[in-house]
């Protein structure tokens, strides 16, 4: 098991040391509820629903609100917990710190290594894969359609790694199991969407959540190295989820096995660099990383 530094990893000085659990139940409820909410009605009364709203798919209004309930959730609690000013300092952590720029082409560089890595490994061990039709400027162009079509990327953005992250953070004093916890939950509220039939999804649950689980591990060290930047979650979830859509690979349960090894790869071998390198990695906690968003 992978464990924080503890040399290096220290949770930052906040007004409110240890904030109640509450604001964590707020978060939860409001992001279920609105999700499961939804979801049921379309699983339970389809035949008062349907006729009134049309079939739910990805782009259906209501299925917009269910995605974007984590970070509505988050935004909330966050003006809860710290005014206009952690509200304000939350999305000032969009824009990164100029030290930290940097990240931009190595993340880049990491999610061309994925894309690769899930191409060729399928063609190793004998997976299908499309046929690459798609010319370079093409791949681009659907690359930057897919950053609008992935409502869930900003959807979660400002709830599972704007709030929640940081949130256990400060509560347990550690990335990974706070990474854990925080893909298990992001995972769990997923669930509906394998539920309901006209979403249509070729993958399998279970793996979507371990894959979720290693993927925010991973990026909790980016997380921490940056002070909470949310920049390079967005950027690195929208490219390592465009590369099925450019046909490089299919997302199928065969693909999701080795993206999982490939995020717990990348979180053991940033782990060893980052101590090696003594990069400091203080654990950013809620609110505090929002209020001291410079």
Known sequence: MITANQSSVRPVSSPAASPSNK??????????????????????????????????????PL??????????????????????????????????????LFWIPVIIGISIVFASSMHFGSLLFGIPVPDLTYSVPE???????????????????????????????????????????????????VLPGYLISSFGTSTTYIYYVVQLMAFIVF?????????????????????????SQIDLYYFNPQVQIMQFFFFVTSAIIIHIVFKRKKVDTTLQTFPAYVLDAK
């Open 219 to 243: 990026q909790s060290y980016i997380f921490n190295a940056t002070r909470g930047t949310l920049l390079f979650y967005l950027l690195a979830f929208w490219l390592v989820a465009t590369g």
């Open 23 to 60: 604001y964590m139940y707020l978060f939860l409820a409001m992001s279920f509820g609105t999700c499961y909410g939804i979801a049921s009605l379309f699983m339970f009364f389809p035949d008062f629903i349907v006729p009134i709203t049309g079939e739910l798919h990805l782009m259906h």
């Open 63 to 100: 299925a917009i609100v269910a995605l974007y309930s984590p970070s509505i959730a988050g935004l909330i609690t966050c003006y809860l917990m710290g005014g206009k000013d952690a509200l304000k300092g939350m999305f000032l952590k969009l824009v990164p710190r100029k030290k930290d």
């Open 139 to 189: 791949m681009i162009w659907l690359g930057i359609v897919n950053l609008f079509k992935e409502t869930g990327l900003i959807g979660g953005l400002f709830g599972w790694i704007g709030f929640l992250l940081p949130f256990l953070q400060g509560k347990l004093k550690n990335n990974v199991t706070s990474g854990l916890i925080t893909g298990f939950l992001f995972g769990l509220w």
